[in-house]
């Protein structure tokens, strides 16, 4: 069974930093696309950021510049640094992964149980 766990999360006042953990396990053959969204009280789910399986990073403008996405292929991990948080960065966030699992001839998405950032002003 596959799974994707997120940590990471927490409280963090304007202007500061936390880095999310997402690995995935289970009986996985190949992970294509990984990336993070967030979604806050109300609002639909957002993308934040994607990266391919090559390190190749896509960003939603409103964390350009301020978040960064990384991979460990190895590892099967994704991670997400954001730095110069601010309040309205406040949802949960949830990670997904592309994945083609060993029961499976197709690939599909999976995501995480999402973490909560709360970012104070």
């Known amino acids: 069974q596959v799974q994707l766990v997120e940590s990471g999360g927490g409280l963090v006042q304007a202007g500061g930093s936390l880095r999310l953990s997402c690995a995935a396990s289970?009986?996985?053959?190949?992970?294509?696309?990984m990336g993070w969204y967030r979604q806050a009280p109300g609002k639909q789910r957002d993308l934040v950021a994607t990266?391919?399986?090559?390190?190749?990073?896509k960003y939603a403008d409103s964390v350009k510049g301020r978040f960064a996405i990384s991979r460990d292929n190895a590892q099967k991990t994704v991670y997400l640094q954001m730095n110069s948080l601010k309040p309205e960065d406040t949802a949960v966030y949830y990670c997904?992964?592309?994945?083609?699992?060993?029961?499976?001839?197709?690939?599909?998405?999976?995501w995480g149980q999402g973490t909560q950032v709360t970012v104070s002003s």
């Open positions: 997904s992964a592309n994945l083609r699992s060993a029961t499976s001839y197709y690939f599909n998405d999976y």
């Open positions: 289970g009986n996985i053959l190949s992970i294509k696309l």
């Open positions: 990266i391919t399986s090559g390190g190749m990073p």
